[in-house]
């Protein structure tokens, strides 16, 4: 390892200079700093902090939301040779005083929303009011010469083991890792990253800091919430994140939602099982519509802090993100495994970086050596003691395997339930299947003790009743070894289970009320608070009156919703409810029942884009199928005498196909139409172009009345047409589709379209080409009426079959071929 | 015509806070904020108020009314090609905004 330290980072920064580096937008900060405006921020810090007093070694600590700022005072601590105490936000007064009293800061930078009591020993600031602070420092390098042993940071555990421990790392040690994370995952200054953990996490602070080294861009939110992350990887064009998987879940849960909303669940289903054998891009072409949520741009998502369950993770891949999984401990500054950008696996969280030695020790704990593995507890050395083993192994306390370098990790080494048996069971392992029962909304397994040795107790959220309980634990059973099998259950007493910051279960403190004898008490059922309306809470918190009575009658105005309130309640409708309003949908004068209504219509206007379902009602069809056979039939043979080559292969479709025809005239679709077999006639939908039915309401009417037509966008977006064609397939209906586009005026064929192969391979229908000839000139382009006479051959080819195995453009060449071959 | 306008410091930036980015974007455009002064901003809200409200024309949007400052640093206003005269006054807690419509 070179002496490398963060003088030396800080300086690199100018290979960058100009790119953009870190953005936020809390309401009081708009703000943006390119790389050299990130490394004169820093000298500036630097400087300020010297001339405040602080001294190589001394503390500073940093107690307030991810910001630029934050990482300014992080990198004008470090290179001046200070220690950064990074300290999470959301902790208590009481925690943070606690660190305060271990770690002695000169400086406590805070956020606004952190009042601690004035204290002789350390000087108060608020984070935001740096800028302000260092104004009048020079710009330049300090230039101190810094030694690569320093201590840089001071973390403390989040600790679902033990009570936090302040974990002292050095310059080369958070140098070291992420050194070894840039050799392992290629960081493109194209980067753009949603930053979604706190700072004071060194996932996120080791990861944040790479990604900068190489030029990449990290956008920062005021508040952390799903919709807020969604909100900001639209208009951000969000690229990447470093996340948990609760976040991973979240938003999931949240795509499969809108999936059920549209009444698109089987689509999203059928696309979900195709994807498997598309390649990446074209996953993202099928789920086009689901990145469209998520601002279209969703390439790779880094996850840690928790093993992701494997269902989650391959959902995601088959969206076309790249899902990443490392592991690592504060103690490991922190990554110590990760997987490539493209060597990785979904069932480990990958193997060894390059500069991490790491071995299955005594039974089975995961041991670790290298630059970046920390020197020991801040006043604790019996902690430390404990820690390492001879020659400076680490040990983890996580029990894993390696197969073949890549890891795998079975759980925590003191959660282990060891029963009389001596069979060792791993929670995380009942777990990983109990968290596919959808009856339970948590599920926490602890050891309980007795007299020969430990039982395995599941402690659950729920809100079904004891015997739904009951009966999903003996699902679960059912799918685990007899050993590990669920001796008992009990509720936990609050809705959610405590957490760490990283959202993970706080397994100590559900093993501690396990312990005690409040788990003996007979279990309560605690009841959810009743679901607010949201417009009224919004309302209620414009006008700042929790208690306000709101009636749908109610005039803003009366409630005391003049136009800056408003503007307020409009601003937080639209967040929440991921929703957009105009300024001028509602008024002073505007009632609260109005307002709601342009809040639901907000939510149907994507609804309103999708195709009418009229022309498929039964009566409607008995119509148009009446008018077609009969009149539109008649008129055809006044003009055109068709003549039928081939389909006998048609009455042994036993499924809907899809039909796809030469369009060199806008008289073929109706020839086709009815040179095909009455049975496949009678549910036979025409996709026609979107701009031929908005702009002719005559014939659309004709269209949709007679050839059941429903519009399918000539541009982009293609993928709600194609989705839309799925739809109609699965409704059983046959679809007539003209894969050139457009009409050719010089009879010849044109490409196809590569949407019809896409439609073919993950439709898994038969396609069928039906081809058209002599018709060119009967009713040219753009003509109202038939031109000539024509005497006209229709040829139906055999049903094509294409596997989602094949390759969507290699379809649409296959069909092309196999079209003109006709 | 004439408008006048009275905004509270502490309940706009009460207002502010709750609203977020999507307030400040609402209210003087993305680029309209970058000055994230509460003072400065709530000022800017009050003569746009005072503008609506001189202005007379219903459908008038904040987001139309346009602050500049001339050369001898005196506030004006244009909405919907009308030009305004504005006149700002501040105490601890308050800032009054009027606005005059003047010839074009």
């Known amino acids: 390892m070179s002496e490398r330290t963060f003088a030396d980072y800080v300086k690199e920064l100018d290979e960058f200079a100009e790119d953009l580096a870190l953005t936020s937008r809390s309401f009081l900060k708009i703000g943006r700093l390119t790389h050299r405006e990130l490394q004169s921020r820093s000298y500036q810090t630097a400087h300020f902090l010297k001339a405040q007093g602080v001294e190589r070694g001394d503390r500073i600590m940093v107690v307030a939301p991810n910001s630029p700022e934050w990482v300014q005072v992080l990198l004008g601590t470090l290179i001046i040779g200070a220690v950064l105490v990074p300290v999470d936000a959301a902790s208590s007064a009481e925690t943070t005083l606690r660190f305060v009293r271990e770690t002695t800061p000169k400086i406590v930078f805070v956020g606004r929303n952190l009042h601690l009591e004035a204290d002789p020993l350390f000087t108060t600031r608020f984070l935001d009011e740096i800028e302000e602070l260092v104004v009048d420092c020079p710009r330049t390098d300090p230039a101190i010469v810094l030694q690569k042993e320093w201590t840089a940071l001071i973390v403390f555990t989040s600790g679902t083991t033990a009570d936090p421990k302040g974990v002292v790392l050095s310059h080369e040690n958070v140098l070291a890792n992420i050194a070894g994370i840039l050799a392992r995952i290629e960081v493109g200054e194209d980067w753009r990253l949603l930053s979604v953990l706190p700072l004071s ?50 938003m999931l849960e949240r795509i499969q939602q809108v999936a059920e909303e549209q009444g698109r669940t089987r689509l999203l289903e059928r696309a979900l099982r195709t994807a498997d054998h598309l390649p990446f891009a074209l996953r993202r072409v099928l789920f086009h519509s689901v990145h469209s949520q998520l601002g279209g741009s969703l390439r790779i998502v880094v996850t840690g802090g928790a093993p992701i369950p494997i269902d989650v993770a391959t959902t995601w891949e088959r969206m076309g993100v790249r899902m990443v999984q490392g592991y690592g401990l504060t103690e490991t500054s922190p990554i110590l495994t990760c997987n490539g950008l493209n060597q990785r696996r979904l069932d480990s969280p990958g193997w060894a970086l390059d500069n991490v030695q790491l071995r299955i020790g005594d039974g089975g704990e995961i041991q670790v050596k290298g630059p970046s593995v920390f020197s020991g507890y801040l006043h604790n050395d019996a902690a430390t003691r404990d820690a390492f083993i001879e020659d400076g192994w680490f040990r983890t306390g996580d029990v894993g395997q390696l197969e073949g370098g890549w890891l795998h990790i079975r759980g925590r080494l003191k959660f282990v339930i060891v029963r009389s048996s001596g069979l060792k069971v791993f929670p995380e392992d009942v777990e990983i299947v109990a968290d596919a029962e959808p009856s339970l909304r948590g599920i926490c397994i602890v050891g309980a003790r007795n007299e020969k040795g430990e039982s395995v107790l599941a402690v659950v959220v729920a809100d079904g009743s004891d015997q739904i309980v009951t009966d999903a634990v003996a699902r679960i059973n059912s799918q685990l070894e007899p050993f590990q099998h669920i001796d008992a259950w009990r509720r936990w007493p609050e809705s959610d289970f405590p957490r760490t910051r990283l959202l993970k279960v706080d397994r100590r403190q559900v093993q501690d009320w396990v312990n005690s004898a409040q788990a003996l008490a007979p279990a309560k059922s605690d009841v959810a608070e009743a679901g607010e309306d949201p417009l009224v809470h919004i309302i209620r918190l414009s006008i700042d009156d929790p208690g306000a009575v709101i009636n749908d009658a109610d005039r803003l105005a009366d409630l005391g919703l003049d136009s800056l309130r408003r503007l307020t309640a409009l601003s937080l409708l639209e967040e929440q409810l991921g929703i957009s309003i105009p300024d001028d949908a509602v008024s002073a004068e505007s009632t609260v029942g109005e307002l709601r209504r342009v809040v639901n219509e907000g939510r149907a206007v994507e609804e309103a884009l999708r195709p009418p379902r009229w022309p498929y009602w039964r009566w409607v069809r008995f119509l148009g199928d009446g008018l077609r056979e009969v009149v539109v039939r008649a008129i055809i043979r006044v003009w055109v005498k068709v003549h039928v080559e081939g389909g006998e292969e048609l009455a042994s479709l036993t499924s809907p196909a899809i039909f796809i025809f030469n369009h060199s005239d806008d008289f073929d679709g109706p020839v086709v139409y009815h040179a095909l077999p009455r049975r496949i006639r009678r549910r036979l939908a025409v996709a026609t172009a979107d701009d031929v039915l908005r702009d002719h309401k005559m014939l659309a009417l004709l269209i949709r009345v007679c050839f059941a037509g429903f519009s399918f966008a000539r541009s982009e977006p293609y993928l709600p047409s194609l989705e839309y064609v799925g739809e109609m397939i699965d409704q059983g209906w046959n679809v007539l589709i003209s894969p050139e586009g457009k009409i050719g005026t010089t009879g010849k064929l044109q490409p196809f379209k590569s949407g019809i192969g896409l439609l073919a391979v993950s439709l898994g229908v038969p396609v069928i080409p039906v081809k058209t000839l002599g018709l060119t000139g009967t009713v040219p382009l753009h003509a109202k009426w038939p031109k000539k006479r024509s005497r006209v051959t229709v040829r139906i080819g055999e049903p094509s079959y294409f596997g989602p195995q094949m390759n969507y453009e290699d379809v649409t060449d296959a069909l092309h071929r196999a079209f003109e071959d006709l | 015509m004439i408008g006048i306008d009275v905004v509270s410091f502490p309940e706009f930036q009460r207002q502010m806070e709750l609203g977020g980015a999507r307030f400040l974007s609402r209210a003087f455009g993305e680029s309209g904020a970058q000055n994230k002064d509460v003072e400065h901003l709530a000022g800017l809200w009050a003569a746009k108020e005072a503008v609506y409200k001189a202005a007379g024309i219903p459908t008038l949007q904040i987001a139309d009314v346009v602050i500049t400052h001339d050369a001898s640093g005196r506030s004006r206003a244009t909405a919907k090609g009308q030009r305004f005269d504005i006149s700002l006054s501040r105490t601890a807690q308050y800032v009054v905004a009027t606005a005059m419509r003047i010839a074009p």
């Not at chain 1, 944040?208 to 861009?217: E, F, I, N, Q």
């Not at chain 1, 920062?220 to 900001?232: D, L």
């Open chain 1, 201 to 250: 996490h060194m996932y996120e602070l080791s990861g944040s800091l790479a990604v900068l080294s190489r030029g990449a861009s990290i956008f920062y939110m005021p508040r952390v919430t799903p919709q807020a992350i969604v909100q900001c990887m639209v208009d951000y064009q969000i690229n990447v994140i470093l996340a948990i998987p609760q976040l991973l879940v979240l």
